[in-house]
């Protein structure tokens, strides 16, 4: 299975569970830090069907909460008011952005390697035999001009990656998903 299935495949892992818990989801990955922002549906009914079904479940109508993935970690903040959602949605939502992550990111990096949009003396030089360095040593990625040509070549795989979320939400009109489907993965 391909980086791109898979980042389709949990993208479509969280519509559903954003459709089960009446929530809906921006997921960001088009800059840095990496963000998903999750809501409640915003029908003055929908709310008050959830403060029936359950008043341990509410959200205030403008509540929002985020995850923001940066320098290798996830952290939440939760803006707007009053986001109440059970334990275990809230850490499925948080796996499956980090797979969003994980994947997304697999494919990024396929693409510009495949279609050489980073030159070799541009790449960054690891060298896997020292011990890890300090966060505050000021190992850095090399500057890149942006004015260089080959930020055309970078806006073109943002294009690919975008033209990707596209295919993915019309395949999500056109086919149906079936509520009696396992979850494979135990999210």
């Known amino acids: ?6 980042y389709e495949a949990q993208k479509k892992k969280l519509q ?3 459709d089960e818990h ?3 989801f921006k997921f960001d990955r088009n800059k840095y830090p990496i963000i998903l922002t999750i809501k ?3 029908g003055c009914g929908e709310q008050m069907s959830m ?3 359950n008043e341990d479940r509410y959200c205030a109508p403008e509540s929002s909460m985020t995850w923001i993935y940066e320098d290798g ?3 939440t903040k939760v803006t707007g008011g009053t986001f109440t959602i059970a334990e275990t949605v809230r850490n499925k939502i948080k796996n499956i952005f980090m797979k969003l992550c994980q994947f997304g990111t697999a494919y990024f990096f396929r693409y510009c390697m495949e279609t050489h949009l980073v030159k070799d003396e541009d790449l960054p030089n690891i060298d896997e035999d020292s011990p ?3 966060e505050d040593s000021g190992t850095s990625l090399p500057d890149v001009e942006f004015d260089d040509p080959d930020q055309e070549s970078f806006e ?9 979320d596209e295919e993915s939400e019309e395949d999500d009109e056109d086919t149906e998903e079936d509520p009696e489907e396992e979850d494979q993965d135990g999210d």
């Not at 073109?156 to 990707?164: I, S």
Request: charged fraction near 35%.
């Open 1 to 6: 299975m391909s980086e791109k299935s898979m």
């Open 16 to 18: 559903g569970l954003c």
């Open 22 to 24: 009446d929530l809906i």
């Open 40 to 42: 409640p549906v915003t």
């Open 51 to 53: 403060l029936e079904d």
């Open 73 to 75: 970690a996830i952290r």
């Open 132 to 134: 890890e360095e300090d």
């Open 156 to 164: 073109e795989a943002m294009e690919v990656l975008n033209d990707m």
